[in-house]
Protein backbone atom coordinates (compact mmCIF):
# COMPACT_ATOMS: atom_id res chain seq x y z
CA UNK A 1 0.00 0.00 0.00
CA UNK A 2 1.51 3.17 -0.98
CA UNK A 3 0.05 7.03 0.31
CA UNK A 4 -0.99 9.69 -1.28
CA UNK A 5 0.73 11.06 -4.79
CA UNK A 6 0.99 14.49 -4.72
CA UNK A 7 1.34 16.14 -7.69
CA UNK A 8 3.39 19.69 -8.49
CA UNK A 9 5.03 22.38 -10.34
CA UNK A 10 9.30 21.42 -9.61
CA UNK A 11 11.08 23.49 -7.99
CA UNK A 12 14.95 24.53 -9.62
CA UNK A 13 15.83 23.13 -6.32
CA UNK A 14 14.93 19.78 -6.82
CA UNK A 15 16.78 20.16 -10.69
CA UNK A 16 19.13 17.62 -9.35
CA UNK A 17 16.83 14.58 -8.44
CA UNK A 18 15.03 15.22 -11.70
CA UNK A 19 18.36 15.05 -13.30
CA UNK A 20 18.96 11.47 -11.73
CA UNK A 21 15.91 10.70 -12.50
CA UNK A 22 16.19 12.03 -16.13
CA UNK A 23 19.94 10.36 -16.39
CA UNK A 24 18.23 6.80 -15.25
CA UNK A 25 15.41 7.55 -18.38
CA UNK A 26 18.01 8.67 -21.37
CA UNK A 27 21.46 7.75 -19.69
CA UNK A 28 23.10 10.21 -22.23
CA UNK A 29 21.81 13.00 -21.21
CA UNK A 30 23.66 15.97 -19.79
CA UNK A 31 22.59 18.34 -16.13
CA UNK A 32 23.89 21.15 -18.33
CA UNK A 33 21.26 20.49 -20.94
CA UNK A 34 18.40 19.99 -18.26
CA UNK A 35 19.33 23.06 -16.82
CA UNK A 36 19.33 24.83 -20.10
CA UNK A 37 15.53 22.88 -20.68
CA UNK A 38 14.06 23.98 -17.08
CA UNK A 39 15.03 28.00 -17.47
CA UNK A 40 12.74 27.48 -20.71
CA UNK A 41 9.79 25.37 -19.79
CA UNK A 42 9.84 25.52 -15.80
CA UNK A 43 6.10 25.98 -16.34
CA UNK A 44 5.57 22.31 -17.66
CA UNK A 45 7.72 20.54 -15.31
CA UNK A 46 6.03 18.33 -13.00
CA UNK A 47 7.21 16.42 -9.95
CA UNK A 48 5.62 13.18 -7.97
CA UNK A 49 6.24 13.62 -3.63
CA UNK A 50 5.25 10.59 -2.20
CA UNK A 51 5.34 10.48 1.84
CA UNK A 52 8.41 13.00 1.29
CA UNK A 53 10.38 11.47 -1.41
CA UNK A 54 10.63 12.61 -4.89
CA UNK A 55 9.23 9.83 -6.99
CA UNK A 56 8.82 11.11 -10.75
CA UNK A 57 8.80 13.37 -13.00
CA UNK A 58 7.23 14.68 -16.24
CA UNK A 59 8.52 17.54 -18.17
CA UNK A 60 6.81 18.99 -21.03
CA UNK A 61 8.04 21.70 -24.05
CA UNK A 62 6.21 23.50 -26.62
CA UNK A 63 6.76 22.42 -30.42
CA UNK A 64 6.09 25.25 -33.38
CA UNK A 65 4.30 27.60 -30.85
CA UNK A 66 0.80 25.33 -31.37
CA UNK A 67 1.59 21.69 -29.28
CA UNK A 68 2.04 20.52 -25.99
CA UNK A 69 5.02 18.00 -26.20
CA UNK A 70 5.71 15.44 -23.67
CA UNK A 71 9.42 15.62 -23.28
CA UNK A 72 10.05 13.24 -20.26
CA UNK A 73 8.62 11.12 -18.00
CA UNK A 74 9.48 8.84 -15.54
CA UNK A 75 8.59 7.16 -11.94
CA UNK A 76 10.90 5.39 -9.80
CA UNK A 77 10.35 1.47 -10.08
CA UNK A 78 9.36 0.44 -6.84
CA UNK A 79 6.50 3.21 -7.30
CA UNK A 80 5.13 2.28 -10.42
CA UNK A 81 1.66 0.73 -11.16
CA UNK A 82 0.23 2.94 -8.52
CA UNK A 83 -1.08 5.91 -10.41
CA UNK A 84 1.77 8.13 -9.93
CA UNK A 85 2.51 8.47 -13.63
CA UNK A 86 -1.02 9.02 -14.76
CA UNK A 87 -1.34 12.02 -12.36
CA UNK A 88 1.97 13.12 -13.79
CA UNK A 89 0.60 12.92 -17.67
CA UNK A 90 -2.75 14.51 -16.44
CA UNK A 91 -1.33 17.82 -14.51
CA UNK A 92 0.84 18.37 -18.05
CA UNK A 93 -2.03 17.67 -20.42
CA UNK A 94 -4.54 19.96 -18.13
CA UNK A 95 -1.91 22.38 -18.26
CA UNK A 96 -1.87 22.33 -22.02
CA UNK A 97 -5.23 23.10 -22.27
CA UNK A 98 -5.35 25.62 -19.84
CA UNK A 99 -3.47 27.33 -22.36
CA UNK A 100 -4.99 26.47 -24.80
CA UNK A 101 -2.98 23.85 -26.80
CA UNK A 102 -4.95 21.97 -28.72
CA UNK A 103 -2.60 18.76 -29.10
CA UNK A 104 0.01 17.03 -27.47
CA UNK A 105 2.60 14.72 -29.20
CA UNK A 106 5.25 12.37 -27.98
CA UNK A 107 8.13 10.04 -28.92
CA UNK A 108 9.11 6.49 -27.37
CA UNK A 109 11.23 3.81 -28.23
CA UNK A 110 9.40 1.52 -30.73
CA UNK A 111 10.19 -1.46 -27.90
CA UNK A 112 9.15 0.24 -24.77
CA UNK A 113 6.40 -1.44 -24.31
CA UNK A 114 5.11 -0.80 -21.17
CA UNK A 115 5.06 2.85 -22.06
CA UNK A 116 3.46 2.10 -24.90
CA UNK A 117 0.40 0.72 -23.01
CA UNK A 118 0.27 3.60 -20.75
CA UNK A 119 0.01 6.26 -23.46
CA UNK A 120 -2.37 4.11 -25.64
CA UNK A 121 -4.34 3.55 -21.99
CA UNK A 122 -4.23 7.73 -21.92
CA UNK A 123 -5.87 7.90 -25.50
CA UNK A 124 -2.85 8.27 -27.27
CA UNK A 125 -2.95 7.28 -30.71
CA UNK A 126 0.55 6.15 -32.83
CA UNK A 127 0.28 8.68 -36.13
CA UNK A 128 3.97 7.96 -37.27
CA UNK A 129 7.78 6.69 -36.77
CA UNK A 130 11.27 8.19 -36.77
CA UNK A 131 13.62 5.86 -37.82
CA UNK A 132 16.74 5.83 -35.79
CA UNK A 133 15.37 9.06 -33.40
CA UNK A 134 17.00 7.07 -30.57
CA UNK A 135 20.43 6.29 -31.82
CA UNK A 136 20.07 2.60 -33.72
CA UNK A 137 15.85 2.35 -32.78
CA UNK A 138 13.00 4.12 -34.33
CA UNK A 139 10.53 5.91 -32.26
CA UNK A 140 6.44 5.65 -32.55
CA UNK A 141 4.92 9.28 -33.01
CA UNK A 142 1.74 9.52 -30.64
CA UNK A 143 -0.71 12.46 -30.59
CA UNK A 144 -3.60 13.39 -28.72
CA UNK A 145 -6.25 15.79 -29.56
CA UNK A 146 -7.08 17.61 -26.18
CA UNK A 147 -10.89 18.60 -25.98
C1 LIG B 1 5.58 4.69 -18.24
C2 LIG B 1 5.57 5.05 -16.73
C3 LIG B 1 5.87 6.53 -16.56
C4 LIG B 1 4.17 4.75 -16.18
O1 LIG B 1 4.14 5.19 -14.82
P1 LIG B 1 3.28 4.41 -13.70
O2 LIG B 1 3.23 5.27 -12.50
O3 LIG B 1 3.79 3.04 -13.52
O4 LIG B 1 1.85 4.35 -14.43
P2 LIG B 1 0.41 4.25 -13.73
O5 LIG B 1 0.46 3.39 -12.53
O6 LIG B 1 -0.11 5.62 -13.54
O7 LIG B 1 -0.41 3.51 -14.90
C5 LIG B 1 -1.60 4.01 -15.47
C6 LIG B 1 -2.12 2.98 -16.44
O8 LIG B 1 -1.22 2.83 -17.56
C7 LIG B 1 -1.14 1.42 -17.94
N1 LIG B 1 0.20 0.90 -17.62
C8 LIG B 1 1.20 1.55 -16.96
N2 LIG B 1 2.28 0.76 -16.86
C9 LIG B 1 1.96 -0.41 -17.45
C10 LIG B 1 2.66 -1.64 -17.63
N3 LIG B 1 3.91 -1.82 -17.17
N4 LIG B 1 2.02 -2.65 -18.25
C11 LIG B 1 0.77 -2.50 -18.71
N5 LIG B 1 0.03 -1.35 -18.55
C12 LIG B 1 0.63 -0.33 -17.93
C13 LIG B 1 -2.19 0.71 -17.09
O9 LIG B 1 -3.41 0.76 -17.80
C14 LIG B 1 -2.24 1.58 -15.85
O10 LIG B 1 -3.46 1.46 -15.14
P3 LIG B 1 -3.69 0.22 -14.11
O11 LIG B 1 -2.45 0.11 -13.26
O12 LIG B 1 -4.90 0.64 -13.36
O13 LIG B 1 -3.89 -0.97 -14.97
C15 LIG B 1 6.59 4.16 -15.94
O14 LIG B 1 6.40 2.82 -16.31
C16 LIG B 1 8.05 4.52 -16.17
O15 LIG B 1 8.59 5.43 -15.53
N6 LIG B 1 8.73 3.79 -17.07
C17 LIG B 1 10.15 4.01 -17.31
C18 LIG B 1 10.40 5.32 -18.00
C19 LIG B 1 9.78 5.35 -19.38
O16 LIG B 1 9.81 4.41 -20.14
N7 LIG B 1 9.20 6.52 -19.69
C20 LIG B 1 8.58 6.77 -20.98
C21 LIG B 1 9.60 7.21 -21.95
S1 LIG B 1 8.87 7.60 -23.54
Known sequence: MIGMVKVRLASIKELSVIGDMWKKLEPSSKYQDILKFYMIFRRYIFIAELD???VGFAAGSVKD???GHLSAIYV???YRRHGVGQKLIESLE?????ENFRKMTLEVKEDNYNAILFYERNNFICIGKKPRYYGTKDALFYLKELT
Do not use: A, V
Request: aromatic share 8%; no cysteine.
Open 76 to 78: EEL
Open 94 to 98: NKFRR
Open 52 to 54: GNL
Open 65 to 67: DIR
